[in-house]
C-alpha cells in the first residue's frame, strides 16, 4: 500500500508542477521552473492529492461535498505551508496580498476555486484511471519504483533546503523588507550559480521578513 501511495502522490506531483508551468506561462507569456525542489514535481499537489484520496474517496458521489471540503483540505495545506516555510527560511515564498479575499497572503479564493474543481477531478476522473494502472502493476516493480522515487526525492530534498538556506543566510545582508531589492542582490550573488538561480525564477516573488531596524 506505501509504494502505491508513493508512486501516486509522485504522479500528481509531476501533475502538479505542469500545471504551475502553464498556469505561469498564461499570466506571464513566458515559461518559467517553478516548483520548491530542482526536479519537475512540487510536492504540495502531491501531498493534497494523497489527503483528498484519502479521505474523501468516499464522498466520490457527492460533488458539492468533494468540492468544498477539497477548498478547505488544500487551503489549510497550502495555509500552513506558507507559514511553516516562512518561520524556517524568514522568506516568504509566494504572496497573495494583492487578490482579492485573500487570508494573510497565503491563499486566496481566487486559488481555492481551482482547488475544489481540482479534488473533484482528482476523486472521480483521475485516482480510477492512475489506481487501475497501479494496480496492474507487478508488484515487485511497484515497489522498485517507490523506493527510486524516494531515494530521488530525499536527495533533492536535502539539496533544495541546503540552497534555501543560503538564501535565508543572503537575505540577512539586506535591512529592506523590499523584495526588488532583495531579488536584485540575490541575482547579483548567484549569478554563476545555475541551482540558486532555478529557485529565483521559480519564486520571483521571494521576500525577506526581517524588518528594518531604526
Given at each position: 500500500?506505501l509504494?502505491?501511495?508513493?508512486i501516486?502522490?509522485?504522479?500528481?506531483?509531476v501533475?502538479?508542477?505542469?500545471?504551475?508551468?502553464?498556469?505561469?506561462?498564461?499570466?506571464?507569456?513566458?515559461?518559467?521552473?517553478?516548483?520548491?525542489?530542482?526536479?519537475p514535481y512540487?510536492?504540495?499537489?502531491?501531498?493534497?492529492?494523497?489527503?483528498?484520496t484519502?479521505t474523501?474517496?468516499?464522498?466520490?458521489d457527492?460533488?458539492l461535498i468533494?468540492f468544498?471540503t477539497?477548498m478547505l483540505?488544500?487551503?489549510?495545506?497550502?495555509?500552513?505551508?506558507?507559514?511553516?516555510l516562512e518561520?524556517?527560511?524568514?522568506?516568504?515564498?509566494?504572496?497573495?496580498?494583492?487578490?482579492?479575499?485573500?487570508?494573510?497572503?497565503?491563499?486566496?479564493l481566487?486559488?481555492?476555486?481551482?482547488?475544489?474543481?481540482?479534488?473533484?477531478?482528482i476523486?472521480?476522473l483521475?485516482?480510477?484511471?492512475?489506481?487501475?494502472?497501479?494496480?496492474?502493476?507487478?508488484?515487485?516493480?511497484?515497489?522498485?519504483?517507490?523506493?527510486?522515487?524516494?531515494?530521488?526525492?530525499i536527495?533533492d530534498l536535502?539539496?533544495?533546503f541546503?540552497i534555501?538556506?543560503?538564501?535565508?543566510?543572503?537575505?540577512?545582508?539586506?535591512?529592506?523588507?523590499?523584495?526588488?531589492?532583495i531579488?536584485?542582490y540575490?541575482?547579483?550573488?548567484?549569478?554563476?550559480k545555475?541551482?540558486?538561480?532555478r529557485?529565483?525564477?521559480?519564486?520571483?516573488?521571494?521576500?525577506n521578513l526581517r524588518?528594518?531596524?531604526?
Amino acid at each position: 500500500m506505501l509504494s502505491k501511495l508513493i508512486i501516486l502522490f509522485f504522479i500528481y506531483s509531476v501533475i502538479g508542477y505542469i500545471c504551475e508551468v502553464i498556469n505561469c506561462y498564461m499570466a506571464n507569456k513566458k515559461f518559467k521552473d517553478r516548483g520548491f525542489l530542482l526536479g519537475p514535481y512540487c510536492p504540495i499537489y502531491g501531498f493534497g492529492a494523497l489527503l483528498l484520496t484519502l479521505t474523501l474517496t468516499k464522498y466520490q458521489d457527492d460533488l458539492l461535498i468533494l468540492f468544498a471540503t477539497s477548498m478547505l483540505i488544500c487551503g489549510i495545506l497550502e495555509y500552513f505551508t506558507s507559514y511553516i516555510l516562512e518561520k524556517i527560511f524568514k522568506m516568504r515564498w509566494w504572496d497573495y496580498s494583492k487578490n482579492k479575499y485573500n487570508i494573510n497572503g497565503r491563499i486566496c479564493l481566487e486559488t481555492l476555486i481551482p482547488f475544489g474543481l481540482g479534488g473533484v477531478i482528482i476523486i472521480k476522473l483521475l485516482n480510477p484511471i492512475f489506481m487501475n494502472l497501479i494496480n496492474n502493476t507487478n508488484i515487485t516493480v511497484l515497489h522498485i519504483t517507490a523506493f527510486i522515487i524516494s531515494c530521488i526525492l530525499i536527495i533533492d530534498l536535502t539539496i533544495s533546503f541546503n540552497i534555501a538556506f543560503n538564501f535565508k543566510n543572503i537575505a540577512k545582508k539586506v535591512s529592506k523588507d523590499s523584495t526588488d531589492e532583495i531579488k536584485e542582490y540575490i541575482q547579483k550573488y548567484v549569478v554563476n550559480k545555475t541551482l540558486y538561480k532555478r529557485l529565483i525564477n521559480a519564486f520571483p516573488s521571494l521576500q525577506n521578513l526581517r524588518k528594518t531596524k531604526d
